[in-house]
């Protein structure tokens, strides 16, 4: 064989809701013929390797172990994933390889690492299995993966909430379990506003239910790597939109002028705790030129550089920019401020709209501050050092 003909289909599925996971595999072993499903268990990483599984809808097909690299279960994962594949593709007989993800394992770190495979691979599709009543208890849970024994690496540092929101956000497919599917003690029966969250905080990907029969087809339209980066970078960000249902709210806050760093600063555990999931993008007045990321759940805010807005580079180094941030840039260009701007978004049961966007109406420069010009904005206090610039 040769070719388009000799290449191997592969989809990834993740998620922390282990139960779900493993039925909806099961479904697309069940209803794909001659699919195969790779696993790497990293429960019992503290021993020293990592445990591999091939199976298919009849049974265990083989067992190995791959040894820890540098002491990292994800990275003894990137490891043995790919010769792995490679393997299954020239041994022939098989139309579809499904990586089922280790709970904790987020599907951006792995989806690239097959791609980049080229041949005998081809990357097909990527899912995130979810039920639905687990939503918000998992975007709230504030426990470090250490702490629930789902942690990667020794030096994993973060928790369930965050996890879990960005193994919803990657995706183009949102598999959803069904109420009369496996469930473990922690189960209980999804309702409108179970499903009206998960809506609300994946509106880029199709949802398919677990048990209908259609996730093995769902999962072979194809993926592609960029697009998914670009869908989940700061920058161009796929955002919520607004939303009201079923008692779950989705607020989109956008304002043009910066923040007042240290009222931000001092509405940050408020704004934090607002909503069940929060992400976007902002600048700060004494910051101009630095694109800042806002990414919160589970009552933990993280806030990063992602590097300079647009506006602030020069001509030249727009060629080297990714061609979706650049039309994302486009759409909202500010005569004066080019594509800075504030893009916030917070979805959760019970969102007190007008108290939030007040909260953050507040937290912006006032007209005569605003009217004082960049270089009285860049001798405000600088209160997001402590974020930002641990180190000095």
Avoid at 19 to 28: G, H, L, M, N, Y
Avoid at 149 to 164: C, E, I, K
Avoid at 189 to 208: C, E
Wanted: glycine letters at 8%.
């Amino acid at each position: 064989m040769s070719g388009d003909r000799a290449r191997l289909p592969v989809a990834v599925v993740a998620g922390l809701h282990a139960d779900a996971r493993r039925a909806a595999v099961a479904e697309i072993l069940r209803t794909v013929p001659g699919s195969v499903a790779l696993h790497h268990d990293l429960t019992y990483a503290v021993d020293g390797s990592v445990r591999r599984t091939v199976r298919d809808a009849g049974g265990l097909l083989g067992v190995g172990d791959a040894p820890l690299v540098n002491d990292c279960a994800c990275c003894a994962l990137r490891e043995d994933l790919v010769p792995e594949l490679v393997r299954l593709a020239e041994a022939g007989g098989h139309r579809l390889a499904v990586v089922e993800l280790w709970d904790s394992v987020e599907p951006h770190g792995m989806a690239p690492v097959v791609a980049a495979a080229g041949a005998p691979l081809t990357l097909t599709g990527v899912a995130t299995v979810v039920d639905p009543a687990l939503v918000l208890p998992y975007l709230s849970n504030s426990d470090d993966l250490a702490d629930a024994g789902l942690a990667a690496a020794p030096a994993d540092q973060r928790t369930v909430a965050d996890t879990f929101a960005r193994q919803l956000e990657y995706p183009t497919v949102i598999a959803v379990a069904a109420d009369d599917g496996p469930r473990g003690e922690e189960h209980e029966v999804a309702d409108d506003s179970d499903h009206a969250l998960l809506t609300q905080l994946t509106p880029g990907a199709r949802k398919v239910p677990v048990g209908g029969g259609a996730l093995g087809t769902a999962l072979s339209a194809g993926f592609d790597v960029a697009a998914a980066a670009a869908r989940v970078h700061p920058a161009c960000a796929l955002l919520p939109q607004e939303g009201d249902e079923h008692g779950v709210r989705t607020v989109v806050w956008r304002r043009e002028r910066p923040f007042h760093p240290q009222r931000l600063h001092a509405a940050l555990e408020d704004l934090t705790c607002a909503a069940a999931r929060s992400r976007g993008r902002f600048w700060l007045a004494d910051r101009p030129d630095t694109l800042l990321s806002w990414d919160a759940a589970g009552g933990a805010l993280c806030v990063e550089s992602a590097g300079p807005w647009l506006a602030a580079l020069p001509d030249a180094a727009w060629e080297m920019v990714p061609a979706e941030r650049r039309a994302a840039a486009s759409v909202d260009w500010h005569p004066e401020h080019g594509d800075r701007g504030q893009y916030l978004t917070f979805t959760a049961p019970g969102l007190d709209r007008d108290g939030l966007l007040a909260l953050l109406d507040s937290c912006l420069l006032t007209d005569e501050e605003y009217a004082a010009g960049r270089n009285r904005w860049q001798q405000l206090p600088h209160a997001f050092d402590d974020l930002l610039d641990p180190a000095a």
